[in-house]
């Protein structure tokens, strides 16, 4: 079983910072591109940011380019997600979960999701 921990979420201002962090176990999470994806209330979940499994390449969702980065430490089996100039509509709880591919067609979870965490911008 691959076990999925988010961690880091929290109230912050608008323009301010959070770092997510995503722990895993259970696999060879190496191997494993990984991405990060959120559900604002009443909306469904959707991607946020990818990154291949050695951490050369990354990819985001337009509303979050040049705002958030994603990062991996595969020694730490953890992945990151530094959030800066936070508004509002990232208001969300934030998940994390490995990738099938890095294609538009591919960015499926593998495994049951955990229990994220919340982030939330006051305006």
């Known amino acids: 079983q691959v076990q999925l921990v988010e961690s880091g979420g929290g109230l912050v201002q608008a323009g301010g910072s959070l770092r997510l962090s995503c722990a895993t176990s259970g696999r060879t999470f190496s191997s494993y591109p990984m991405g990060w994806f959120r559900q604002a209330p009443g909306k469904e979940r959707e991607f946020v940011a990818a990154?291949?499994?050695?951490?050369?390449?990354?990819y985001y969702a337009d509303s979050v380019k040049g705002r958030f980065t994603i990062s991996r430490d595969n020694a730490k089996n953890t992945v990151y997600l530094q959030m800066n100039s936070l508004k509002p509509e990232d208001t969300a709880v934030y998940y994390c979960?490995?990738?099938?591919?890095?294609?538009?067609?591919?960015?499926?979870?593998?495994?049951?999701w955990g229990q994220g965490t919340q982030v939330t911008v006051s305006s």
């Open positions: 979960n490995a990738l099938y591919g890095l294609s538009s067609s591919n960015l499926r979870p593998r495994f049951d």
């Open positions: 990154i291949k499994w050695s951490g050369l390449d990354s």
